[in-house]
């Protein structure tokens, strides 16, 4: 029997860890050193929910650095890096799909 | 214009020092996020998919050519160069960092505008008719009223803590161009008997739950309008549901309770306080009216020559028919600047634009701007001898496209592009949709319609009350939309009809197009609108030609 304290996570597949960078909101993943990427491809990769609540359980003590962390899920790509597996997630690799107002500047 | 006192300045600037206090120690990590997210929020700051968003408010949609400066500043200074006007006659910016964020609060503060009420469970901005104070057909200035519930609203010790957010829209005219039926509370300013007063709609919005305002009051003397609106608010937050966020809008309770026994409790609230400190004498109405510095028009006469003579031009004379409207000054005209050009996110205007726009604003509008719900701007002032001149430098900013009201000005929320709430992109969708409907004379016979689109259920892009209204839902990782029909925002508001099953983003335009289709095909005359030809006909013929197998 499962204990109530005992914490559950749905995963079905292979799953990072992302946030907002604290200080200017910006998309990061948590990687395997126990720190912040900005790249998708440089993040730690969960394979059970063990393992991606243990990388939770990290992102929530750095919730100095970045914030509003959940699991996402990933497709590992041909060069053995993780890459979004959904359109919300490729989003927020990618940026907007469309083009910027023009005379908008790519960056402030 | 209205001009802030002493104590609005002071208060900002106090504002801003509180919030770049905050920011400080939430950087050094002496805030948690738990204790920083509500001290950021009420003051316009939201988290997104990207970046931090802010959200300014703009009261009841009225600007000064020095405030949209200002706004342009911050955009170039601290964001992408551009900004995002809403359908609460708002401005966001996307980009921008925290620790930036307490410099462009105070370069806004210098100007008196900022972030308070435009985010958490209070009373939000209260919104108005862009139109107001030049209106043909206004009865009454409503933003006197608008910036009486402002003063009565910021920081309300009772009611910063709803159970939800509140949304106030008013309207002093017999065309509504607030949607103050689908607001928590709507207000219609009217006179009987040579009074002004107001008649009380309350328990509109959209949303997941999407209802048309009550009337619970033909008319509120205009002294009567705070300790009503307080009785209301009192109503609402005792009563209303705080444990499940979807049933925490005032228009559950008003549901759920019914419309009388909701007016009851109000009326029995109110008895209690309405000869209170809360009653609006003249003294006090004619303090706040003299604070608002109107333009003093000039003698003119209408239809000008010039104005005749410029007509003869088509492409000014398109412009000028769906763009431009009558105003209560003779030689006057209100005119509308179309932040909907074709392949364009909808309501988008680069600093560039802005500040062009509030040059354009000092030499033919008395340095006013308005931000309309459909995210359009507005200048109200303007002369008719100088309409020629004046298209021709929106034409070469990009803001007059001839498609003001017509099915290209599309009211759309940013959608899965920016938002973290949407399932959808909404963005694409519209482009896509002024791609199709690009061309100018085909727009134009096809007239008025209206078509909104949002990117999740909350409804910012006003899908419920479209003509055509779009919605995007996500089923799998891919995106669909659902299509209502017949939905209007005005006085004879309505919630859209669904229409049939979604169909895929691949999809999408070309289902509206054959319901435009059938709609030309069906109307009597070209006299016969779109959402005239949708009453009188029903649904069924546009549900069959648009899911007809192909």
Known sequence: MTSPLQRKLKIAGPTVVTANRLADGAVVWLSP?????????????????????????IAHGDENTAVGAYPAPV??????TPEPANLRERIRVSGPTVALPAGASAAA | MYVYDEFDRAFLQERVVEFRDQVERRLAGELNEEEFKPLRLMNGVYLQLHAYMLRVCIPYGTLSARQ?????????KYDRGYGHFTTRQNIQFNWIKLAELPDAMADLAEVVIHGIQTSGNCIRNT????WAGAAADEVEDPRLYAEVIRQWSTLHPEFTYLPRKFKIAITAAKHDRAAIRVHDVGLRLHKRDGKTGFEVMVGGGLGRSPYIGKTIRDFLPEEDLLSYLEAILRTYNLGGRRDNIYKARIKIQVHEMGAEAFAQKVEAEWAEIRDGALKLDKAALDAIRDRFLNPALEDLEDAPASLATALADPDFARWHANSVAPHKAKGHAIVTLSLKPVGAPPGDATADQMDAIADLADAYAYGEIRVAHEQNLTLPYVRQKDLPALWAKLKAIGVATPNVGLISDIIACPGLDYCSLANARSIPVAQKLTERFADDARIADIGRLHLNISGCINACG?????????????????EFFQITLGGKGNSKARI???????????????????????YLDLRTSPAETFIAAVQRLGTDPFKERAYAPR
């Open chain 2, 462 to 478: 006003h899908h419920h009350v479209g003509h055509i209204g779009i919605l995007g839902v996500e089923k799998k990782d891919e």
């Open chain 2, 496 to 518: 859209g009809e669904l229409i049939g099953p979604a169909v895929s983003e691949g999809e999408v335009v070309d289902v509206v197009e054959r319901l435009v289709e059938t």
């Open chain 2, 127 to 130: 919104t108005t008719d862009p």
């Open chain 1, 33 to 57: 050193a126990g720190g912040w990427t900005d790249s998708i491809g440089a993040a730690a990769v969960g394979s059970t929910s063990e393992d991606v609540l243990r990388l939770l359980d």
């Open chain 2, 68 to 76: 949209l400066r200002a706004l342009a500043a911050v955009a170039r």
């Open chain 1, 75 to 80: 497709r590992i790509g041909a060069d053995g």
